[in-house]
């Protein structure tokens, strides 16, 4: 079992070293002087996303903590990213991988799943993913992965080239090279927590700023302060927002939060494929809403800084959602008046 987790570790180790770091690129927005505005591009992650990084983390955490063996079955409550990138990890260490996900899961996202060797396993609404998932595990004697639970604590954040370190060290050679402000949406909270946490334990002065969509609890939560509020219907931007507050969510290491309108998130897509080419999923939307917010406030204020924030996922696995002109009118709305703010700044 020893020489196992060993093994498996060091092929983990491996594809991490086979992996360059992912690009980040500045915005041309003259208008905004003074400031410049950064985007960190986790779409190149052999998985397509910011969760690369997280599946990474989680299997290392569970392998060295003696949860996963060489027949254990790797079970977690996702029908997005992270469900792609465990079922990747998993298939290189020669697990099964079941993601639980509702029936209404696009199979777009149960392609990509099962693309990566994957099987998807059925409940009839997404409330029920996570019992139905510890149950899967009991069953199969296999570990839930509980991204939501574990994606705080799996992450080195003081370094280990966790995303924080990574945004710092790329920054090193620019105008402003300690960055005003990073802003982050929150999916799980794993990520801004890490961010949180390394800009406090390597002394910057960087505020972190989360942005949360409609229908998440986050925002309302980091408000009030409380813990147990419960939403009444799920988040539309795919893979940030939580209709209950997630154990990973660490509000005392954010500085402040943001709520970001849907139709403004998915927008910013549209805006900033006419800027740089790119399609992006609809969290990047709300997290280059929101720097663009700290900007124009920073601008106001006569501030001159850097902000950076990420671009989470390629839009290549939303083209019949966030790029689909009558989807977006039917789910989102209009979205016209946040495109005329946003050709504004340009």
């Avoid at 360059?20 to 002087?33: G, V």
């Avoid at 080239?161 to 005003?180: D, G, K, L």
């Avoid at 500085?255 to 609809?282: N, T, Y």
Wanted: glycine share 8%.
């Amino acid at each position: 079992m020893r020489s196992w987790v060993s093994d498996a570790v060091a092929k983990i180790e491996a594809e991490y070293h086979r992996s360059a770091d992912t690009h980040l690129f500045k915005l041309d927005l003259p208008k905004l002087e003074g400031v410049d505005i950064y985007l960190k591009d986790e779409s190149t992650h052999p998985t397509g996303s910011l969760k690369h990084r997280l599946a990474r983390s989680l299997f290392l955490y569970a392998l060295c903590n003696g949860k996963i063996g060489p027949e254990t079955v790797i079970v977690e409550a996702s029908s997005g990213s992270t469900a792609v990138s465990e079922a990747y990890f998993a298939r290189m260490l020669g697990l099964r991988f079941i993601a639980v996900m509702p029936k209404s899961t696009a199979q777009s996202k149960i392609a990509n799943i099962t693309l990566n060797g994957g099987e998807c396993h059925f409940v009839d609404s997404a409330p029920e993913m996570h019992d139905a998932a510890v149950a899967l595990a009991r069953e199969t004697g296999g570990y839930f992965m509980d991204q939501f639970l574990h994606a705080e604590r799996a992450t080195d954040w003081r370094g280990n080239n966790n995303i924080a370190e990574s945004i710092f060290r790329q920054m090193e050679r620019e105008a402003r090279p300690v960055p005003h402000t990073i802003v982050m949406s929150a999916g799980t909270g794993g990520t801004s927590a890490t961010l949180g946490r390394y800009v406090r334990f390597r002394g910057f002065d960087t505020r972190l700023v989360v942005v949360d969509p409609e229908n998440s609890v986050f925002y309302d939560s980091y408000r009030t302060g409380d813990t147990e509020l419960v939403a009444q219907c799920s988040s539309r931007i795919e893979g940030i927002g939580r209709p209950r507050v997630e154990k990973s969510f660490q509000p005392d290491v954010i500085d402040d939060m943001m709520q970001v309108p849907d139709a403004a998130s998915v927008a910013a897509i549209h805006w900033l494929e006419r800027l740089i080419g790119r399609k992006a999923g609809a969290s990047t939307g709300t997290n280059l809403w929101g720097a663009l917010e700290v900007a124009r406030d920073m601008v106001a204020r006569g501030e001159r800084g850097s902000v950076v924030t990420l671009m989470c996922d390629g839009g290549e696995r939303y083209l019949d959602t966030y790029y689909d002109a009558d989807w977006v009118a039917r789910c989102i709305g209009d979205v016209r008046p946040y495109l005329e703010t946003l050709e504004g700044w340009l």
